[in-house]
């Protein structure tokens, strides 16, 4: 599987912005897709995942309720929607693939930075 995150870029405070994540390679349709931050000087962290064949999507307490995660079977592409960004939500956003059953997400996308100002 190959992932190709975009949509980064620098927001106020508050803002919204979307990222995506194209996948290619293989069928996803027993693949978990995840989406996953890295702050400046600190570890990566989980932001949310979703099945790609259906089922609710889960998310990381500091970002429930603010993103939400979709997907376009049609397009191979899984969204993350950001609203009310805050300066702390400031990180290179990745999206990472898993198969179902796996513990780890053996494959990455490429990294979005998402700047929000203050």
């Known amino acids: 599987v190959q992932l190709q995150a975009s949509g980064g870029g620098l927001v106020q405070t508050g803002g919204s912005l979307s990222l995506s994540c194209v996948a290619s390679?293989?069928?996803?349709?027993?693949?978990?897709m995840a989406w996953f931050r890295q702050a400046p000087g600190k570890e990566r962290e989980f932001v949310g995942i979703?099945?790609?064949?259906?089922?609710?999507?889960d998310y990381a307490d500091s970002v429930r309720g603010r993103f939400t995660i979709s997907r376009d079977k049609a397009r191979n592409t899984v969204y993350l929607r950001m609203n009310d960004l805050k300066p702390e939500d400031t990180a290179v956003y990745y999206c990472?693939?898993?198969?179902?059953?796996?513990?780890?997400?053996?494959?990455w996308g490429q990294g979005t930075l998402v700047t929000v100002s203050s």
């Open positions: 979703v099945g790609w064949s259906g089922g609710r999507a």
């Open positions: 990472a693939a898993k198969f179902r059953g796996e513990a780890t997400y053996g494959y």
């Open positions: 390679g293989r069928t996803l349709s027993n693949y978990y």
